[in-house]
């Protein structure tokens, strides 16, 4: 079946930087575009970035572009989320996702996403 796995969470103070990844299998990762979400205490989850199948093309939230990067190895099967410059603001549980519809390039909706993953705590101090 498919799983997606994330790693590379933990507790930082503002300022420093995390790279997460996102392990998967069981599936032909090439052909999904796949995303990060993060759900923080009493909050929707929301769309952090996400990348195309092929073109690798990108997508950022505004409260997180030109901080964090969204990068992708097909290779490995593996996606991550390069997070520098981390904010208090940022922290929240981070969800590797991915989205087998060939008809959008990359999504940014919650429901445009068929796999999740269990999620990565990231806790950011001030």
């Known amino acids: 079946q498919v799983q997606l796995v994330e790693s590379g969470g933990g507790l930082v103070p503002a300022g420093d930087s995390l790279r997460l990844s996102c392990a998967a299998s069981g599936l032909t990762f090439s052909v999904y575009a796949m995303g990060w979400f993060r759900q923080a205490p009493g909050k929707e989850r929301e769309f952090v970035a996400g990348i195309s199948r092929i073109s690798s093309r990108t997508t950022y939230a505004d409260s997180v572009k030109g901080r964090f990067t969204i990068s992708r190895d097909n290779a490995k099967n593996t996606v991550y989320l390069q997070m520098n410059s981390l904010k208090p603001e940022d922290t929240a549980v981070y969800y590797c996702?991915?989205?087998?519809?060939?008809?959008?390039?990359?999504?940014?909706?919650?429901?445009?996403?068929?796999?999740w993953g269990q999620g990565t705590q990231v806790t950011v101090n001030s």
């Open positions: 996702a991915a989205d087998s519809d060939a008809r959008v390039d990359v999504g940014r909706g919650v429901s445009e996403y068929d796999e």
